[in-house]
């Protein structure tokens, strides 16, 4: 099973060291990703995959406040994120997230590429043809491509997608693309059990539940005592 933690706008370097740390020191050969603030990258190897929230998509350049390929080269990343709800909220537009796509994967960069629905295309029940077309973009044949299923609505609000609703959306994305899946919102310690059991879940992306280093690790220990 994939465990990703999204550790968003929280830790900073020193905090983020201490993190590691303890990740490290717990941690076998779980498939984990830490995806830390770019500025709280750090140096050296570790039990779990340093991955990035957000990149842009050139080796390096006049982009004011952008971390290039060659930013993240330095510190050896070669996961990254893309089609946060999070950014795309704040207007990361489907023609950027396409360049970003389409750059890391001539680079290939193993992405991780979230899609998801909010609360009111949820209500109306188009949620699946929602996700058909912010699938459009992206070539679902990538070898490095990870798809990762989170509804707007379950996202750092507690209130988790049930089983058939993960498992019924997951077996729906599978029809277009061999890659392995994910679920993420509002995964916790909890209910990780139940979702790590849907046939076509790979793994989970974690917000909240993660930015806290032995709070993640009881998520990953209560998730491996089901498989
Ligand atoms: C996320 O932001 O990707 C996420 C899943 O957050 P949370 O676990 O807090 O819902």
């Not at 023609?95 to 629905?117: N, R, T």
């Not at 990538?142 to 750092?156: D, M, V």
Request: charged letters at 25%.
């Amino acid at each position: 099973m994939i465990f990703m933690a999204n550790l968003k706008c929280n830790h900073t370097r020193k905090s983020f060291e201490e993190y590691a740390q303890i990740l490290d020191e717990s941690l076998k050969d779980e498939n984990v990703f830490v995806f830390p603030p770019s500025s709280a990258f750090l140096e050296g190897s570790f039990k779990f995959k340093q991955a990035a929230q957000n990149f842009y998509p050139a080796k390096n350049g006049s982009f004011t406040g952008e971390i290039g390929q060659d930013m993240l080269d330095e510190f050896d990343i070669k996961t990254v994120l893309i089609g946060h709800s999070e950014r795309r909220a704040i207007g990361e537009s489907e023609e950027q997230l396409k360049a970003k796509f389409e750059y890391a994967k001539k680079e290939g960069f193993k992405i991780v590429y979230c899609i998801g629905e909010n609360e009111e295309i949820f209500e109306k029940g188009k949620t699946k043809e929602f996700l058909k077309s912010q699938l459009e973009n992206i070539d679902l044949d990538y070898e490095n491509l990870i798809i990762a299923y989170e509804p707007i609505w379950a996202i750092g609000t507690g209130k988790t997608a049930s089983s058939e609703i993960i498992n019924d959306v997951l077996n729906y994305i599978r029809n277009f693309s061999k890659s392995s899946l994910l679920y993420g919102g509002s995964v916790n310690e909890k209910n990780i059990a139940t979702i790590s059991k849907i046939k076509n879940c790979s793994g989970v992306l974690v917000g909240t539940a993660s930015w806290d280093a032995k709070a993640f690790l009881k998520l990953i220990n209560s998730a491996k005592e089901m498989i």
